[in-house]
């Protein structure tokens, strides 16, 4: 593995492993805690339309992921807040909408023949130095907005209602972490890949929450979780020539497993 690091495409895939178990930390434990990991499945397939939209168009991929998954978030913050029994309707309609729709651009392209499973399950290949700036830039900005209205945040995340009593606009934070976790898809898509975007961001999540005592460390727990399956499943991928998505999660699934055992051997001590 070390004589691989002299590769640019793996130091490329070693930063972004990063990046990623850093989003997968702090966004995961939020759609967690606000119960939004089915509106985030939604808005990671929509995205499937801004990859259409760069091929179509020629324009920048971050670009118009970036785009299409903000308007999904937004959309779905609008309608979901007060009408969470529909939530399942609304994330449908948009999961197939984004899909169709990137792929008949795609196929209106013309001459274009590359091959897309890329976007959806992950490659190492596929980073660029181009998309590490992108990626970097989106997880500055989340990190920044979560840092500055961490307090406000916090209230909304755990109790709502008394959040309200506090004068906090619900609504804009519940929209601003659905975008947040919107944004967290476009920074994991490449890596990961838009299927198992989902299981990055929850997998790491369920561990940390086992152990943790506050969302801080939720967030802490869970950033290293993902920054150890990442690592090994990069590993993995590149010695055995797999999915760089799918090994990451197999190895993170299996890093579950081993806490899982440890947790129960620990309590019948």
């Not at 966004?27 to 995205?47: C, D, E, K, Y």
Request: charged fraction near 10%; include cysteine; proline fraction near 1%.
């Amino acid at each position: 593995m070390v004589e691989a690091l002299s590769y640019p495409f793996m130091q490329h895939a070693l930063i972004a492993a990063v990046l990623i178990s850093i989003v997968a930390g702090v966004i995961g434990s939020l759609a967690v805690v606000n119960r939004m990991v089915f509106l985030v499945g939604g808005i990671a397939h929509a995205a499937y339309g801004g990859i259409g939209l760069s091929i179509f168009f020629s324009v920048p991929m971050f670009l118009s992921t970036a785009a299409v998954t903000a308007l999904a978030s937004l959309v779905m913050a609008h309608y979901t807040l007060y009408r969470r029994e529909h939530n399942d309707l609304l994330v449908g309609i948009i999961w197939a909408v984004g899909m169709a729709s990137g792929i008949i651009l795609v196929d209106l392209t013309p001459g274009y023949t590359a091959d897309l499973m890329s976007y959806l399950f992950g490659s190492i290949l596929a980073i660029e130095r181009s998309d590490l700036w992108g990626m970097s830039a989106l997880l500055l900005i989340t990190l920044g907005v979560i840092t500055l209205r961490y307090r406000a945040i916090l209230a909304v995340s755990y109790d709502s209602e008394y959040a309200r009593l506090l004068g906090i606009n619900v609504r804009f934070y519940y929209s601003l972490i659905l975008l947040l976790c919107g944004l967290s898809v476009v920074v994991a898509m490449k890596i990961v890949g838009l299927i198992m975007v989902i299981a990055m961001l929850t997998i790491p999540v369920y561990m940390a929450q086992k152990i943790a005592k506050s969302l801080l460390q939720m967030m802490l727990f869970s950033a290293l979780f993902a920054l150890i399956s990442s690592l090994i499943g990069l590993w993995l991928a590149y010695m055995y020539s797999l999915s760089s998505g799918a090994a990451i999660i197999l190895v993170a699934t299996a890093l579950m497993g081993v806490f899982e055992l440890g947790r129960v051997l620990w309590h019948k001590r």
